[in-house]
Nanobody
Framework: VQLQASGGGLVQAGASLRLSCALS????????IAWFRQAPGEEREFVAA????????YYADSVKGRFTISRDNAKNTVYLQMNTLKPDDTAVYYC??????????????????WGQGTQVTVSS
């Protein structure tokens, strides 16, 4: 299983970006897919996830109302639409695939497969 993240870039505060995570080697429906991010000197932080079981969606409080995660099974791709970006959103964004139990969706160590990361930089 391989994950390819893309779509990062340098934008001004208030702008939007859409990240993509393309899965290869296995069908998307077998996994819960999550986005995490890591800023310099910080721990990896949960951003959003879409469950493999029923498509339930989870967001970190810091991105609720601004970010939207979606899954396109036909393209084997998960997207993260990020609106109203803030400088605090600056980080390397990683997508991950795994099968955590619902209560552990936000724990990075429970995901088996990781993409290479894509840099998002938001200037003020």
């Amino acid at each position: 299983v391989q994950l390819q993240a893309s779509g990062g870039g340098l934008v001004q505060a208030g702008a939007s970006l859409r990240l993509s995570c393309a899965l290869s080697g296995r069908t998307l429906r077998f996994y819960t897919i999550a986005w995490f991010r890591q800023a310099p000197g910080e721990e990896r932080e949960f951003v959003a996830a879409v469950s493999r079981n029923d498509g339930s969606i989870y967001y970190a409080d810091s991105v609720k109302g601004r970010f939207t995660i979606s899954r396109d099974n036909a393209k084997n791709t998960v997207y993260l639409q990020m609106n109203t970006l803030k400088p605090d959103d600056t980080a390397v964004y990683y997508c991950a695939a795994g099968n955590p139990i619902t209560s552990a969706t936000m724990r990075p160590h429970l995901y088996s497969y990781w993409g290479q990361g894509t840099q998002v930089t938001v200037s003020s």
